[in-house]
């Protein structure tokens, strides 16, 4: 899809959007019609705030029940549709687009927040210019399940785990590989990816996997979990996860961990002046995903 002219020459000004989100009730995060998702919802209130309908460009796009704290997005809008963002009065001290996330806090449902937007920097793709995203998974093998106050945002785990197999596990797993195995396939799509890295930790019943790669390709995160859990469990070997790499297609031989577990917490993003050749290099990868 051919991006806009970005700027007063184009006509549209680039704004980087700061999101986060509980999942639970979303389809996920790209619009499908008939279906409650992020995009959706907040480009419905984008285009009502402009009054112009307007297209969201996200980071990372999240399955159904996955959460965010930490996603990115970023949306162009009409030159002089940004007026239509302002109050009749602004108050002191605010800083450019804060009356637009004011105004965004009103329309929005409670579970979705615009936390921050400013004006985006020349050559800045929320998708293509990010150099990694991180995610979190957490997990309770508490004998009683999540308490109530986590239960949306933690998964049960029946079992007991066995963390420091899960941790040799996973250091097998870093590097430039393809994770097909990992992967729901879509046609098209490259399945190689720099995982660079996979934590886990354990603090009384909680357990925690902490996620990094340069991108990931579609369910890749609950994939690798799920898999990992199998090896918490002793259920199959530490070395196991690592001969899956070879794997040209989604591995039958496990099943992904559960959505609700698992949050986009942030996404790193190079200097200003490092986005132009960040985004060439990402576009050349990851083009055919789209």
């Not at 020459?9 to 680039?14: E, I, K, N």
């Not at 687009?97 to 009103?106: M, N, Q």
């Not at 949306?152 to 250091?171: F, G, I, N, Q």
């Not at 991108?215 to 199959?236: D, K, N, Q, T, Y």
Request: proline residues 6%; aromatic residues 8%; charged residues 25%.
């Amino acid at each position: 899809m051919t991006e806009p002219a970005i700027g007063n020459g184009g006509g549209l000004v680039r704004l980087r959007l700061d999101i986060a989100y509980d999942g639970t009730d979303f389809a996920g995060w790209a619009v499908q019609a008939g279906q409650r998702t992020v995009s959706g919802v907040l480009e419905d209130a984008l285009s009502t705030v402009f009054r112009t309908p307007v297209v969201l460009r996200a980071a990372g796009r999240t399955d159904a029940g996955v959460h965010a704290t930490g996603q990115v997005a970023h949306v162009d809008v009409p030159v002089d549709a940004l007026p239509n963002a302002y109050p009749r009065a602004t108050r002191p001290g605010d800083s450019e687009f804060l009356p637009l996330v004011r105004r965004l806090g009103r329309f929005l449902p409670p579970d979705v927040r615009v936390l921050d937007a400013v004006r985006a920097a020349p050559d800045f793709d929320a998708r293509f210019s990010a150099l990694r995203r991180h995610y979190v998974y957490r997990l309770s093998t508490a004998p009683y399940g999540v308490e109530p106050h986590d239960a949306r945002y933690v998964t049960a785990w029946p079992r007991s785990l066995d963390v420091v197999a899960m941790t040799e596990a996973s250091r097998q797993l870093l590097g430039l590989h393809d994770f097909a195995a990992f992967c729901r396939h879509r046609e098209g799509a490259t399945t190689i990816r720099e995982l660079q890295r996979l934590d886990w930790s354990s603090e009384g019943t909680r357990v925690t996997a902490q996620v990094t790669a340069d991108a990931f390709c579609w369910s890749m995160v609950r994939s690798l979990v799920g898999a990992l859990l199998a090896v918490g469990e002793h259920r199959r070997e530490i070395g196991w996860c690592a001969t899956l790499l070879k794997a040209e297609r989604r591995s039958s031989e496990f099943a992904a961990a559960p959505p609700q577990g698992l949050t986009l917490v942030g996404v790193d993003y190079p200097p200003d002046d490092e986005l132009e050749a960040r985004t060439k290099v990402t576009r050349d990868l990851r083009v055919a995903e789209e």
